[in-house]
């Protein structure tokens, strides 16, 4: 599909927008009904994604082992990442939003 995502991780699906974690580098998105292989279109740099939750249009995100919670609005041209929470000690990435939202560490 994508061509250009070096450490690929978890997927997400927003209608026709596929959006890609990366443990090295960021998040990518890839249009679904585009023509194939494409290149993915970087939304989000300088953040090595292992865990990821989408929630009314805004994506948390962590790294593996990470002390701080992200998130930013997907639909935002230039998404600019706000911390969540912080202090926190081995995050997995793993989230679930359920009610109450779930942090596992």
């Not at 599909?1 to 026709?16: E, R, S």
């Not at 929630?55 to 706000?82: A, C, H, Q």
Request: proline share 6%.
């Amino acid at each position: 599909m994508a061509t250009n995502i070096p450490a690929p991780y978890a997927l997400y699906q927003d209608g026709d927008d596929l959006y890609i974690s990366d443990l090295d580098n960021g998040i990518y998105k890839v249009d679904l009904t585009a023509s194939i292989p494409q290149m993915a279109e970087q939304i989000l740099s300088g953040f090595s994604v292992a865990g990821r939750v989408v929630k009314d249009y805004e994506m948390f995100f962590s790294w593996f082992l990470g002390s701080v919670i992200r998130k930013f609005d997907l639909t935002e041209e230039n998404p600019s990442p706000k911390i969540v929470i912080s202090g926190l000690d081995g995050l997995e990435g793993k989230a679930q939003f359920t009610k109450p939202v779930v942090i596992q560490q």
